[in-house]
């Protein structure tokens, strides 16, 4: 990770997966009308290469909701400012390995194709907020730095 990266663990809760079991056909129909789109590991490469908005990706599972309130509040608090994305760590295990995600929930924000951030376990929404807005300030301020902006 480069050096902008801010790290965040919460524990407040554990790390323990909240959601519920879910039928796959109830999952996809329920995944349909989701305003966080999963995406593949070919359709992550080109977002991250793309955008120029920071991306948060969500990994987690198909089985295991517990964050989807949280994200939706994040969509609602960075409207515009932030393209969230899913991914579906037991259907991609190659984006599991190569992110080393260990614990699920975990989100990793992404600035220029770069990872500047990243939450580890189910943390409260404000928390969340809180540390994408320092993880985007941080790169922001990093790259300014880099350009003899600052």
Known sequence: ???AALIAVHNGGGNRVEGMAMSS??????????????VS?????????????PILVSFQTS???GII?????IVEAFAGEVQPVRVDVTAHPSLR???KIRVIPTLLVFQHGLPVGFIVGLAPSRFIIETLRKAIGAASR???RRHGRD
Do not use: D, G, N
């Open 1 to 3: 990770m480069p050096s």
């Open 25 to 38: 056909q109830r999952y996809r129909e329920r995944a349909e009308q989701e305003t966080i789109p999963y």
């Open 41 to 53: 590991p070919s359709i992550l490469e080109t977002i991250l290469s793309q955008s120029a908005l």
């Open 63 to 65: 089985w295991a909701e």
């Open 69 to 73: 309130p949280r994200l939706r509040e």
């Open 97 to 99: 390995e190569r992110f």
């Open 142 to 144: 990093e790259r300014r």
